[in-house]
């Protein structure tokens, strides 16, 4: 019996050929012959899939390369499909009389094993699939969180004690990090969001002849929510994502595992460190960013409404109390521990190649915020129901 099978593909002249022939043992041959550029065009596996799948390959393929001319990673592209078939059916290959760089160059390619998942099936998972799989990675990365959240209170619990090993200098470069560094773009966006409220107050005030009242509206919100959640937000998007980053850096380079080779404790000596600076400066970011709103309240006040300075302090003291800036600054402390906990626990967890210090970063201030949102609504609940 004869099987003889060929496919042909011609540019300029050269000609890359594949043939399939049966030999006088009963097995199958592939033949190669000509050039196999890429450039020149190269015929496909198709007929050698036809042929395994037919049960004609008699439990092996041979290849035959003795006509074979030039080459490029064409042929190893060819050979690596190949191959895969063979390796589908349980046929053997046989790489007979090929050059031995293009067979060095196939065992490279073939000899790390591919990671399972990372080749994009076809095949789309259907609903209940999806949900299933998005459950169980929202129930395994809650227990994670949890675990996280442990081994911080834990750290923070040797740090009471007098046994937590970081570096002192590190907490002062963080706390400068933290805090000073951080002015610039506080003292923007607060002054920019007391002119905005003491703005649109002022629209709807001026109709019942009550703009006088700016400076309450001003002065509550940015003491009671506004100066708290803005600098949380902007430190969650500065700060968390630089710990994420930092961190998941330090990952990707395994400078963690060595910190665990030395038996020093991760979470002492990175998250520590990074959750102490932001207790300790954003109640002093959020005191400033009320001066901040207040002071962008009272420019509209003066000049659009053409109150006076001194009648906009006095209204602003008689109608904030000390216990609405003492809310925001409780809430400010919460606020620095979820944007610490968010950026290092992302750091931390983040892979280990380049583009997964991206993700993790962006996962970091996605995380922040949104503890910061859903803490910020529990204290309203809060602060209601005690009458606060």
């Known amino acids: 019996m004869t099987l003889q099978s060929s496919e042909r593909t011609s540019v300029i002249g050269k000609e890359a050929e594949m043939s399939l022939s049966r030999t006088e043992t009963g097995r199958l041959q592939l033949r190669l012959a000509g050039d196999w550029k890429l450039k020149s065009g190269l015929p496909t596996a198709a007929a050698v899939e036809k042929q395994l799948e037919s049960g004609a390959s008699g439990g092996s393929l041979t290849l035959d390369a003795s006509d074979l001319r030039d080459w490029d990673s064409g042929l190893l592209a060819f050979l690596g499909d190949v191959q895969e078939l063979c390796r589908a059916r349980m046929v053997e290959l046989d790489p007979g009389n090929l050059p031995e760089g293009a067979r060095r160059l196939l065992r490279l390619a073939t000899a790390v094993p591919e990671r399972k998942g990372a080749r994009r099936t076809g095949a789309r998972p259907d609903f209940l699939t999806m949900v299933g799989t998005q459950s169980l990675g929202a129930w395994k990365s809650s227990g994670e969180m949890l675990g996280f959240i442990g081994q911080a209170v834990q750290s923070f619990g040797r740090l009471v004690v007098g046994r937590a090993r970081f570096r002192r200098s590190d907490l002062i470069d963080i706390i400068y990090e933290c805090g000073a560094a951080a002015f610039p773009i506080i003292t923007l966006m607060s002054f920019l969001v007391g002119l905005i409220l003491a703005f649109v107050g002022a629209i709807q005030l001026k109709q019942f002849g009550a703009q006088i009242y700016v400076a309450d509206l001003v002065g509550i919100a940015m003491a009671r929510e506004m100066g708290a959640l803005m600098s949380a937000i902007i430190m969650s998007g500065r700060t968390g994502a630089a710990f994420a980053a930092q961190l998941g850096t330090m990952q990707v380079n395994e400078e963690i595992d060595a910190l665990t080779t030395l038996a020093l404790p991760s979470m002492d000596f990175l998250v520590l460190p990074r959750m102490i600076a932001l207790i300790l400066m954003m109640p002093l970011l959020c005191i400033y960013a009320n001066l901040m709103g ?37 809430k400010s402390a919460v606020f620095g521990v979820l944007v610490a906990l968010s950026g290092c626990m992302r750091g931390i967890q983040c892979g280990r190649s380049a583009s997964a210090v991206g993700l993790a970063a962006t996962s970091a201030v996605v995380t922040g915020i949104v503890f910061i949102i859903a803490t910020d609504g529990v204290f309203a609940v809060l602060t209601n129901a005690l009458g606060i």
């Open 294 to 330: 207040i002071l962008g309240g009272a420019v509209v006040g003066v000049g659009m409404l053409h109150l006076s300075a001194v009648e906009y302090l006095n209204q602003t003291i008689n109608g904030v109390r000390l216990t609405d800036f003492a809310v925001g600054i409780s």
